[in-house]
């Protein structure tokens, strides 16, 4: 059971806009930020957003972070075939460490 | 460029040893921590546990402490992580990430291996 709670599946088709949503508590989401991250099979995890609502360069601006309390979301718009992927929320934790999402599986029809 | 390059896929036995590495690349390895993570099979992700290569200051998640160790060798920007004896619940995707800045401002992790695979039955 992951700290952080996300849907198990998302789905759309190209040119839709999608949203996943992350919700925590007051240990971590509430009081610090919220990243995300994409997971393709084969390949190593790609960072998406940082704190909240960051991108780092080369992150398409189709995709955007919010966070509001201890809940989060990652909204793609304009969505694409190779969007298709796995999607983890992450924050710190009290416990001084990482915790994530179980992961969201983002189908695109 | 930033690169963390893990070994390849391992197949073992219950009981057997087992190392594991991530080779930095692209930035100076003494300065990052890098953090070992877990995903077992339709699972999410789990932190196990996190070393400092300039001085091998070395964390564990509550979780995996005494069940696996974190070390490093500076002198070829590698980390490791490693079991004494394997279990069949140790079958799950290893990757090694990067933090991105001191610990103390819980930076997010910013680059990732490509997972290793580990993979063990009798």
């Known amino acids: 059971q992951s700290v952080l709670t996300q849907p198990p599946s998302a789905s759309g088709t190209p040119g839709q806009r999608v949203t996943i949503s992350c919700s925590g508590s007051s240990s971590n989401i509430g009081h610090d930020f919220v990243y995300w991250y994409q997971l393709l099979p084969g390949t190593a995890p790609r960072l998406l957003v940082y704190r909240n609502n960051q991108r780092p360069s080369g992150v398409p601006d189709r995709f955007s972070g919010s966070k509001s309390g201890t809940s989060a979301s990652l909204t793609i718009s304009g969505l694409r075939s190779e969007d298709e992927a796995d999607y983890y929320c992450a924050a710190w934790d009290d416990s001084l460490y990482v915790v994530f999402g179980g992961g969201t599986k983002l189908t695109v029809l | 460029e930033v690169q963390l390059v893990q070994s390849g896929a391992e197949v073992k036995k219950p009981g057997e040893s087992l190392k594991i590495s991530c080779k930095g690349s692209?930035?100076?390895?003494?300065?990052?921590?890098i953090v070992w993570v877990r995903q077992m099979p339709g699972k999410g992700l789990e932190w196990m546990g996190i070393?400092?290569?300039?001085?091998?200051?070395?964390r564990y998640s509550p979780s995996f402490q005494g069940q696996v160790t974190i070390s490093a060798d500076k002198s070829i920007s590698t980390a490791y992580l490693q079991w004494s004896s394997l279990k069949a619940s140790d079958t799950a995707m290893y990757y090694c990430?990067?933090?991105?800045?001191?610990?103390?401002?819980?930076?997010?992790?910013?680059?990732w291996g490509q997972g290793t695979l580990v993979t063990v039955s009798s």
């Open positions: 990430a990067r933090l991105d800045g001191p610990m103390a401002t819980r930076p997010p992790i910013d680059y």
């Open positions: 692209g930035y100076k390895f003494t300065n990052y921590w």
């Open positions: 070393i400092y290569p300039g001085d091998s200051d070395t």
